[in-house]
């Protein structure tokens, strides 16, 4: 089992690009969490995906977090475009009955 | 809505000597609670959690917390601390339909020599 994946691990990016960060949940989860980590806010769950449909995007910040589970196997979450403010960490967590989540290793952004 | 005050954001104790670290919950339906901790540079590793059943629940590297609805509490111990249990420690909150964890602000232990 490789555990939740997500790539890129760190991204530095000027201020007005799109990013894109992706996420492989492990296998047989059927639940699919993205948060936010900062100094300031903490842990933000931004959106959550339960069978590949979004449940919960109530955290999204703006209009410019958009994010999509095409399937089982993959999700993303885009940025654009992207500002300073957006610099965080930004993790994925899966999970399936009460097992608790598995998370990734996160995405560090940084938005110069 | 459910939600999850840690007190203090820095805990330091000596090596060898008993952790605390102080969760309280509040929760409308009977909570599902959890414990993670977070090394430099890593992602959130679940240490324990409670579901139902016993209230007394234990967890890897030698830790254990106690559910007490009376106090709304989950607090998380360790009889001796370790230099390898520098870390920050979260707690979470989670309805039984899981669907949504909802974390505290965090804990950082720091462990002295």
């Known amino acids: 089992d490789a555990g939740v994946i997500q790539s890129p691990r760190h991204e530095v990016t000027e201020m007005g690009q799109e990013v894109t960060l992706r996420c492989k949940p492990i296998?047989?989860?059927?639940?699919l969490f993205w948060y936010r980590q900062t100094m300031m806010r903490g842990l933000e769950l931004l959106i959550y995906f339960n069978n590949n449909v979004p449940i919960d995007d109530s955290g999204m910040p703006e209009d410019r977090f958009s994010a999509k589970m095409p399937n089982a196997s993959f999700s993303t979450l885009k940025i654009q475009p992207s500002e300073p403010r957006d610099s965080a960490v930004y993790f994925c967590?899966?999970?399936?009955?009460?097992?608790?989540?598995?998370f990734g290793s996160g995405t560090r952004l940084t938005v110069v | 809505a459910q939600s999850v005050t840690q007190l203090g954001s820095h805990v330091s104790v000596s090596e060898g000597a008993l952790v605390l670290l102080r969760c309280n919950y509040s929760s409308s339906v009977p909570p599902y609670l959890f414990w993670y901790v977070q090394y430099p540079n890593q992602g959130l590793q679940l240490l324990l959690k409670?579901?139902?059943?016993?209230?007394l629940v234990k967890g890897i590297n030698g830790f254990e917390a106690e559910f007490k609805k009376s106090e709304t509490s989950f607090h998380l111990t360790k009889p001796s601390a370790h230099m390898s249990d520098a870390a920050e420690y979260f707690c979470a909150v989670s309805d039984p339909g899981f669907q949504k964890l909802v974390f505290g602000t965090g804990t950082r232990l720091l462990v002295r020599p």
């Open positions: 409670y579901t139902t059943g016993a209230t």
């Open positions: 296998s047989g989860h059927n639940s």
């Open positions: 967590a899966s999970s399936t009955g009460t097992h608790g989540y598995t």
